[in-house]
């Protein structure tokens, strides 16, 4: 029996965000503090030939990259990108040097003169000579089959950029203590930027790094923080003072990763009652300049490339290509709102030309339980593409809808969609993540690095623990994340935190629970004092996966989701606007109803605007509107009436029945709203689906 | 931001006095009035402006909306936004300036942005506000970024090789279409500037936005009586459903009798360097009757001399589109 | 004895508060967080500030701002905005700077009871206003409605844009406002919320309207 799982309890971060009293990395002050600025590239490609100081340098830390104690590389996957320049540039607003003073004014005053030698840069990622990472995923014979494929349907669809715009720029404060570094950062990962601190400034410190309340991440703050910490922390070391960096808007838009721009081309082989029968499958990811986390994102999008459809002959075929633009990195759904894109937009073409209806199609051809994914891998029990579909389509009243609207200002449209979670393939054996729970004199209090980031850690977790120990939910404390204190968990990414984490944490408590013999928190320790439970994740043990040929069971499993969207044009104006959104997603169990309902229309909101809005204007390879004003995201009104359902199909290796949940909702909104422009009689294939690209479509 | 030093003025001649001791009253003026911010303290941050002193012009009293004797109305430059949107004269007599100010901006920015500081409401062009880059209208003869950079929000109409960046205003369309006046106390005493003489083309000079010197204070903006009979409507086309500029706005005030257009205002905003006033379409509306074709045809008309530039080419049609919609909308051809 | 975390309230020339001093004029050395203690229990504890009589320093001018209802007596340097001023010499954190250029609405506070965006405003121009800040409209013992509201609907996912959200809300039920979610929708668009967190905002929203106890001046 659960009494907090299943319940929306009251959140651990309620009253402090909403008194202001809640503290985030700007709000954070110390003696002596100074403030940090970095300079950085004017060009997207060549060589640094001289730097000037042509100003006062009297107060002020420089820092270049002569000064880095140990080595000039943010530690990540390859380790080719440097925390400073030392020649060669790659991409505009690139770091070269740092400046830290105590007085802001002065600070952005000062004038540094860069001269540099400009090379060609590439933009192009189809022109690219250099890719950063090839992943070919291959499955029974697609040229045969493609060859004696009774119909053959081609399509190239293509995402544009995504900017993250959590409402909190990156920030972050290193604080020089016991001969080392404290960092206290808005950040997702604080073991990620703790490595990386240990690259650029060795071993021979002392290091922390503490999370600050965090005002959002969605993945721009997985990577990058790592990037910023090294930064303040350089200026730390060599001013002896502690160092506050916190980026402006257009700062932070410029410089700092993206969502991945794509471009995906599908040759679908199918028999004339729309079986499919063979999947070809490019993509092509735009990486930027360097390589952080695109051989991963890729990854992730090829797995999630031929979506939640069975075919026995399956090829995809993707890369992450150079360009000399900042890095693209995670963003919530890490690849595969690129390539599920692609897949659902292109399902309703191929139902187009089959002359069939496109829910028959999907129908016939999605994954059920014992199925086999483009990579082998057969699904268990809880894989709801089916259900999610029929119950989408029987709550929206679809099929009459599609037929009463055809003609009128309205379309109708919808995307069925998957989502692994956690790490894929061994990557969570090989992260192997831990998690600690002590027993205090009330009850216990949870000792991870998953981060709180508005997706409700704190209060998921502690949901977990106090059932799988059987004390009340308010009797559950969870810590600051720091990594001198808590248990590494891993990363808090990848719709992990609950499914992988909480699991673990489930376990501790479970053990816990053993320990105290029936006694209460309180009565134990009163009698024997403190205790601490650490355990680490067990991968479960029939996964299996070949790295090598990215086959295998690429992920413990997966959540499911079908999204309807209606949306209204003015055929007059060309506005689009999105009139309502039914969001049918299964992901095992939500722990906290109201906080998975949150991140199901939070994720839906940023799908729509990516569908509709979000459009990173690229010149000279950097972006050209780096504000609030010139990239929109979705206002309050932009978001239409929201009906979201949460179907229950429990997965046994997680926390009472939990999946992942947090990426998924970011997968199905900009197919289904295409769809739904599809079926307005606009072909169109790409987004963000502003008005000229809806002209440019009804006037083909 | 640059130092400055801060005069709180008590008297409008006390704010005369001060800033007619600037050079100019232009781009990069030393001596800036200070009113609701939005714009002014906005371009102070980004070192677009730098004036030497600011004169804080919020407690003259500027702030009241006054009926006139012969049915017009008068609007004091301090008049803030949200209190002129729904003002009930406002809301009843000139929906179209109510509807004009609604769609602008915020709430928040309503509150403190007044009328004259809308009036005087500077480009949203990125390249003007980010120093790194040319703009012959911050730097005079430092060239132009945006007409090879992002201009898919820049003008269409009324551009110069020197310049074109568009006037983000709602407020000055409806007050264009309104044939608002401005009247302007300076150091040589009062006047009165009709609204399609008030902002100036780039041409040559986009530094010059206004007709104003050294001194000059906006007082009021005045309105004629209401045209009887006549209906007037804002349409306001962009991306997002709220809180964005206009790629594309039109204010039009119509009368019909008889199935034909009577006197016909129009304005757009969005795609002008200055509020733009479409005469040609006026005339072509004026008796004929109100139909499809009739609309159309004047929409066209109006954009006939669009110069669209490397990104904004849509913007041609999409005007043409908010034209003929507004029209649709105030005719009753289409609803709400 | 002083409370260190409190700016000059009394009529006393008086000097400039810490953060105020060290950001505006490059003074160090003065207590603040204790850096080995976790920064949970900093946190808990607030950010002592000093009591440092400071000096007249150049480029600074005195102002008196009435902000929660205390008038508070400092100097600061002219340039600086309402939202810094708040932040960094008032020592009110709780509003927030998400774009510092009128384009997301963090910074929402009040002044004489209309919401504006703190960013954009010269702390001189409100010599003599009404400031209300997130802090002055009710604390975790003494929730407003509103804060209560937000609570209780889940109106907030990450915390960042909340207290601006918040502060919008509780201006908006004195403005001119239909009573259909759209009416609010369009009223509150000028308060970005990237967490998607819109339809519990409006939930709150429109249950406080609906109970009606907000009416009051």
Redesign the interface.
Known sequence: MTTAVGQ?V??K????????????A????????LFGRTIRSTIPCGRVKSIRMDFDTS?FTIVDYRDIPHRNVVALIDEDQPYLVETEVRHMAEAIVLLAH????KLLGANVVIEYEEAEPVFDPERSPHSFKDITIEKGDVEDALASAEIVVEGTYRTGHQE??????NGVIA????GGI?L?GSLQCPFYAYKALRSVLGNDHPLRV?Q???????GGKEEYPSMIAGHAALLAVKSG??VKIIY??VEDMVATTKRHPSIVRHRTGLTREGRLVAMDVDVILDGGAYSTLSAVVLSRGCIHAAGPYRCDNVKIFGRAMFTNTPPNGAFRGFGAPQTEFAMEVHMERIAEQLGMDSLTLREMNALRPGDMTATSQVLKQDASALECLQEAVRRTDYRRKREELKGTNRGIGLALFYHGAGFTGAGEQRLASKARLDLTATGARIMVASTE????TRTMHAQIVSDALGVPYETIEV??P?TS?VADSGPTVASRTCMVVGKILERCALEMKERLEGMTPAQYHAKHGAFSIVKEHIQPEWMRWDDDNYQGDAYATYAWGCDVAEVEIDRDTYEVRPVKVTAVQEFGRPIHP??A??QI??????GLGYALLEHVVMKNGAMANP???NYT?????D?PE?DIVMLENHYDGGPFGAKGLGELPMDGPAPAVVNAIRHLGLDLRDIPAIPETLIACASL | ??????TRARTIPEAIGIGAQATTAQQGAPVRF?AG??TL??L??LNVEHPTR?V?I?HLALNAIEHMPDGGLRIGALVRN?ALA?DATVMKDYRVLSEALLSG?????R??ATTGGNLLQRTRCMYFRNTAMACNKREPGSGCSAIAGDNRSLAILGTSPQCIATNPSDMNVALAALDATVQVQGSKGERTIPFRDFHLLPGDTPHRETVLEPGDLVTHVTLAAPRAGATSRYLKLRDR???EFALASAAVIVEVSGGRFGNVSIAMGGIGTKPWRMTAAEQALAGAPVDEATIVRAAKLALADAKPQSENGFKVELAQRCLAHALRLATGMAAS | MHDPDAPDHDDAPSGLTR?NF?????A??????A??I???AA?AEG?PEATDAAPDIP?T?PIALRVNGATLRMRI???A?LLDTL?ESVH???????????????C?VHVNG????SC???A??HEGDDIT???GI???DA?HPM??A??AH?G????????GQ?M?AV??MK??CGPRD?D???????????????????AAIQDVRGNSPMRQG
């Open positions: 929306s009251s959140r971060d309620g009253i402090g965000k909403a008194t202001g009293a809640t503290k985030y700007d709000d954070l002050h110390f003696p002596g503090m107060g105590e007085d802001r004014e993250h715009v959590y409402i909190e720029t604080v020089p203590e016991h404290a206290y503490i600050t309340e965090t005002g959002g991440g969605f003072r502690p402006d808007r980031i508005g997706q409700g810590a600051q720091d204190v109201a906080l309902m949150g229309e939070g994720g839906t909101v940023q504000t609030l004003t995201i979705p206002t309050t009104l978001t929201l | 931001m640059e130092r400055f030093q801060y200070l911010g939005t303290v906005d102070m941050k600011l804080d919020n949200a729904h901006a915020s709430a928040q920015l509150n403190v459903a709220s809180y | 953060r060290l950001t505006r004029a490059g160090a050395g003065i207590a603040g967080v850096a080995s976790p920064l949970a946190l950010v480029g001018v340097d002219p340039r905005t932040r009110l954190t709780g509003t927030k700077k998400g774009c510092d250029h009128g384009q997301c609405g963090a929402t209309e919401r504006v965006n954009l405003r010269l001189l121009m800040t997130i802090e009710g604390s975790p929730l804060q209560a937000f609570v889940d907030y996912q990450c915390g960042y844009c909340t207290s918040i919008s201006a908006l403005e001119p759209s609010v929708k369009e009223l509150m668009s000028g308060n970005i919320c990237r967490c998607g967190a819109y339809p519990n905002i409006v």
